[in-house]
């Protein structure tokens, strides 16, 4: 099984103008959706295209309607979205998708969407986003990189 573990904020919810070009700011769960779609298009063309499932480890997890964001804001219907972290208080998010590989040793590879680096020993699982556009075309790109190499060590270990 293939994941992605996904952060909202500086990933696919990025600083937006609104419609009348008064106000630039980040949606919020209240608002029900991400705000950034061609980001979260970006992100779902990798997870179809190599078949990826979505795991959340963005800070609106805590919320009840944190699929319906992600699903909102454009995720395409044929993309699971698996679950979310756990919290660990005094934690890094690095120590939170740790905790969830120790739970779901079905993960065969996994990579991070995230606009922070505190992955810790995961940093070479890291898509790092510029929290000003969130996930893009050069993103995508290094994602398939990360991909395809894991592909490729995978190959290599099986004999």
């Given at each position: 099984?293939?994941?992605?573990?996904?952060?909202?904020?500086?990933?696919?919810?990025?600083?937006?103008?609104?419609?009348?070009?008064?106000?630039?700011?980040?949606?919020?769960?209240?608002?029900?959706?991400?705000?950034?779609?061609?980001?979260?298009?970006?992100?779902?063309?990798?997870?179809?295209?190599?078949?990826?499932?979505?795991?959340?480890?963005?800070?609106?997890?805590?919320?009840?309607?944190?699929?319906?964001?992600?699903?909102?804001?454009?995720?395409?219907?044929?993309?699971?979205?698996?679950?979310?972290?756990?919290?660990?208080?005094?934690?890094?998010?690095?120590?939170?998708?740790?905790?969830?590989?120790?739970?779901?040793?079905?993960?065969?590879?996994f990579i991070?969407?995230?606009?922070?680096?505190?992955?810790?020993?995961?940093?070479?699982?890291?898509?790092?986003?510029?929290?000003r556009v969130?996930f893009g075309?050069?993103?995508?790109?290094?994602?398939?990189?990360?991909?395809?190499?894991?592909?490729?060590?995978?190959?290599?270990?099986?004999?």
């Amino acid at each position: 099984m293939n994941v992605v573990f996904l952060d909202y904020d500086g990933v696919v919810n990025t600083a937006m103008w609104d419609d009348n070009g008064i106000d630039c700011r980040f949606n919020f769960p209240s608002d029900n959706k991400v705000n950034n779609f061609q980001a979260v298009q970006w992100v779902s063309e990798f997870c179809e295209r190599y078949n990826y499932d979505i795991v959340v480890t963005s800070t609106w997890r805590v919320y009840d309607n944190y699929i319906e964001c992600l699903r909102n804001g454009g995720l395409r219907g044929g993309i699971a979205v698996l679950g979310r972290t756990p919290e660990i208080h005094g934690g890094t998010r690095g120590d939170e998708v740790m905790a969830y590989l120790q739970e779901h040793t079905e993960i065969d590879n996994f990579i991070i969407f995230d606009d922070y680096s505190d992955m810790g020993c995961l940093s070479d699982h890291l898509i790092l986003c510029d929290t000003r556009v969130g996930f893009g075309m050069p993103e995508f790109y290094k994602a398939l990189e990360l991909h395809t190499r894991m592909q490729l060590e995978k190959e290599r270990t099986k004999f």
